[in-house]
């Protein structure tokens, strides 16, 4: 199971990179690029955290939010790989662990690289736009808490 994790994580967070990449090339701040009638690619420039929350560059929170990430990872990455075979889990919510584990990290290397995160999934019904790497965490959030009102926490598979 965990071999499968690490290639699940290599997958998703280079599909994210690479995402952010082809946007970062293509793309300048705040150009629009219609996909479909309710989708649009929008590069924008998140200084902030999810959603754009504290989106303000001039509030220096970079390094504060990447040391925070930073630490929330580590601790994912050693409870998945170190100390969830000393517990037996479910399968599912270690797959929602390594969902939020990969989204954190693919927006991890954002603050590293760049100084921001690139958000560039609009839905034009609604004011935010986002990342594949926060879809990571959103859906790994959503499966954990389905997965935590279904089961015992650590029951056997």
Known sequence: MKSFLVVLLASLISLDQLSKAWIYKN???FQSL???YFLNFTFVKNYGFAFSFL???SLNLNALIGVLIFFICVYLAYFIFLKAHKET???NQLMSFSLILAGGLGNLLDRLMYGYVIDFID???NSYVFNLADSYVTIGL???VIFSLKSKPYENN
């Open 89 to 91: 889990l479910l399968k």
């Open 142 to 144: 959503i499966m954990y």
């Open 27 to 29: 793309f300048e701040v």
């Open 34 to 36: 219609e996909v479909f």
């Open 123 to 125: 839905i034009t019904f």
């Open 55 to 57: 989106n303000d560059e």
